[in-house]
């Protein structure tokens, strides 16, 4: 069954440096997402990307956040400048339009 | 009202009951709605997706009231193996999910 994966599964940095997360989503999929979860909270939406291009971002996804999708396979969510609040686990998720499809998941911790 | 809004629980219930978790919405527009599971620091997963009236899948059923804008999940013969948070999810628009909180169950041996 195809499925979304993610790597790293858990990163470590310090704040103020850059991180780079990467994603291969479904390989028919349209749609692409990254969704964080601060530990004991709700998953927030981050940014949507649709058709090489950001189709929507939410308030979290300022300009310290970029994604990118360099190549036919895979999808990545960079922090130019960590910050402590940074630290959640970041999901990764893929759609053919409707139900989305989520990857395991980056722990990032920031020290 | 809240995007989307869940009781965050826990609902502690024995095995072999009935639950039932309701989740109300305020965008009137949307159309498509989702039940996840998620694990404890686990991804979400789909359980069921809701477009019209309803759905059911074996021992879980997912009704939607437009008028009051709300979804409910509904799970019969709880197993242990249900224990877990379970997401309402509500597209905002084709490319935003919004998910609630989360409403967690635990099933008792």
């Known amino acids: 069954e195809p499925e979304v994966t993610q790597t790293p599964s858990h990163q470590v940095t310090q704040m103020g440096q850059e991180v780079i997360l990467r994603c291969v989503p479904i390989?028919?999929?349209?749609?692409f997402y990254w969704y964080r979860q601060i530990l004991g909270q709700k998953v927030e939406f981050l940014v949507s990307?649709?058709?090489?291009?950001?189709?929507?971002k939410s308030e979290i996804f300022d300009d310290q956040f970029s994604v990118e999708r360099p190549d036919g396979s895979n999808f990545t969510l960079k922090i130019r400048s960590t910050k402590l609040e940074d630290s959640a686990m970041y999901f990764c998720?893929?759609?053919?339009?409707?139900?989305?499809?989520f990857g395991e998941g980056s722990r990032l911790t920031v020290l | 009202r809240k995007e989307v809004e869940q009781d965050p629980g826990p609902f502690n219930v024995p095995e072999g009951a009935t639950v039932a978790f309701n989740c109300t919405y305020s965008n009137s527009a949307s159309q498509s709605f989702f039940w996840y599971r998620q694990d404890c620091r686990k991804e979400p997963k789909l359980l069921m997706s809701v477009y019209s009236s309803g759905n059911e899948d074996g021992r879980f059923t997912a009704q939607l009231n437009r008028a009051s804008q709300y979804i409910s999940l509904l799970i019969r013969d709880s197993k242990l193996s249900d224990s877990a948070t379970y997401l309402c999810?509500?597209?905002?628009?084709?490319?935003?999910?919004?998910f609630g909180t989360g409403t967690r169950l635990k099933v008792l041996a």
């Open positions: 998720a893929s759609s053919p339009g409707g139900e989305l499809f």
């Open positions: 990307f649709y058709n090489n291009e950001i189709s929507e």
């Open positions: 390989s028919n999929h349209l749609y």
């Open positions: 999810v509500v597209p905002t628009g084709t490319y935003k999910y919004i």
